[in-house]
């Protein structure tokens, strides 16, 4: 999942940027409301964890703009104890969900797998195929009923893959929900992982769809 982080506050900001990549995602961290829009018009989100005090503007007024252009993208607003009315208009202006400040880092994941699951094509957490059994949510998988074990990035192009499940998933868009903006990628990163994943799930699990991309049936 490819996450926009907006957040002015350096210790808070590389603690969330640092555990999101842990988890295996892409983000891109903008410190102020211009640097955020100018990424909004140049990349697609997944999902956005919005600061409503910003240096430069209120975080609302870029909520509110998003959903005026029609923008669905998922939003977690943050704010402080304190907020409840800003919150209320956070809610009200088309925010998914909140997170008050400071807050645990292990609930900011089970509210960014929670908004991701809404809003994947994937309608159940748990999934079966063939020989295999995947829950998305908890990030375990069994083969043959034998747990196998994946680490965070083979479990990102997983899921990038099972949420267009049947459609062909361009190269471009499984690096794009690996790695930040900017990030040095290797030019074979994706081929690496999906040999991996066919070597631990099956060689015919993922099909290569030549110059396109993958499949999985
Ligand atoms: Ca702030």
Known sequence: MRVLLIEDDHVLGSAINDYIIAEGHGVDWMKRLDEAQLA???????????????????????????????????VIITTAQDQVAVRIEGLNSGADDYLVKPFDLGELNARLSAVARRYSQVAAPQITIADLSIDLSRKSLRKNSKAIILTSREW?????????????????????????FGAEVASNAVEVYVSRLRKKLGKDFITTIRSMGYQIE
């Not at 997944?46 to 007024?61: A, V």
């Not at 990038?160 to 790695?179: F, H, M, Q, T, W």
């Open 40 to 74: 909004l018009d140049t990349t697609n989100y997944e999902l956005i964890l919005l600061d409503l005090g910003l240096p430069d503007g209120r975080g609302l007024d870029l909520l509110k703009s998003l959903r005026a252009a029609d923008n669905q993208v998922p």
């Open 156 to 180: 990102a192009v997983l899921t990038c893959l099972l949420r267009k499940r049947g459609a062909i998933v361009a190269k471009a868009d499984i690096e794009n929900s690996l790695y930040a």
